[in-house]
């Protein structure tokens, strides 16, 4: 069973800086998984921050960047703001058409 | 622009069906992938599967496999899930999300259709 780790939770003080991570519960993140990162408001439906690792979507403001942090695949908030407060997700691609969600991050800004 | 709007809230009793639907416009949809995540209350986003709108090829989370049903109709521009033999932990918002032309990823979401389980 693939389960996809992701800290339950972080805070981060106003125009600081947080790095939020995504692993595997078995082996690395490579690639060949196109880790993805998305930001859920409160009742609101995801939005699309970050694609194929390090690549942000469109209209994502550039103080969010996504790299690779040793195994594991990160995000990067620089100068978190307060609208930065949300719930984080990774999504790998697993292969043979099957895509798994970390458990997510709460994002608290101080 | 590209939206997808899904279909309202639904009540349902255990053992009952669901189906949602997608509707998509602002873009060609057979050209996208469409896929489906759950998510239950104060719990994580939860792949459950997704449909090849060119060719109606389906794939689907192996815990939903049995239970759900995954079609398109290009004709309405609109993808449909269908969830049976419902259970309390069924309870969830149901979003559709399309995928990306490349790079396994979903670019757009719907708003989310919330099902309520409940005898």
């Known amino acids: 069973q693939t389960t996809v780790t992701q800290e339950p939770a972080f805070s981060v ?9 995504c692993g595997l519960n078995s082996g690395s993140v490579s690639i060949n998984n196109y880790p993805s990162w998305y930001q859920q408001a409160p009742g609101q439906a995801p ?14 403001p550039d103080r969010f960047s996504g790299s690779t942090l040793g195994n594991r695949a990160a995000l990067t908030i620089t100068g978190a703001q307060a609208n930065d407060e ?7 691609y697993m292969g043979s058409s099957i895509w798994v969600f970390g458990g997510g991050t709460k994002l608290t800004v101080l | 622009q590209v939206q997808l709007v899904q279909s309202g809230a639904e009540v ?6 669901v189906w949602i639907s997608c509707k998509a416009s602002g873009y060609t949809f057979a050209k996208n992938a469409i896929h489906w995540v759950r998510q239950a209350p104060g719990q994580r986003l939860e792949w459950m599967g997704w ?3 060119n060719s109606g090829h389906t794939e689907s989370s192996q815990k ?6 995954i079609t398109s109709d290009t004709s309405a521009d609109t993808a449909y899930m269908e969830l ?3 259970r309390s932990e069924d309870t969830a918002v149901y979003y559709c999300a399309r995928e990306a032309p490349n790079y396994a990823f979903f670019d757009y979401w719907g708003q989310g259709s919330l099902v ?4």
């Open chain 1, 47 to 60: 939005r699309t921050l970050i694609y194929n690792t390090n690549t942000r979507s469109s209209g994502v």
């Open chain 2, 84 to 86: 049976n033999s419902l």
């Open chain 2, 116 to 119: 309520t389980v409940s005898s």
């Open chain 1, 86 to 92: 949300s719930d984080y997700y990774c999504a790998l």
């Open chain 2, 64 to 69: 939903f496999q049995d239970r759900v049903t």
């Open chain 1, 13 to 21: 003080s106003l125009g600081e800086t947080v790095t939020l991570t």
């Open chain 2, 12 to 17: 349902k009793k255990p053992g009952a069906s």
């Open chain 2, 51 to 53: 449909i090849n709108v």
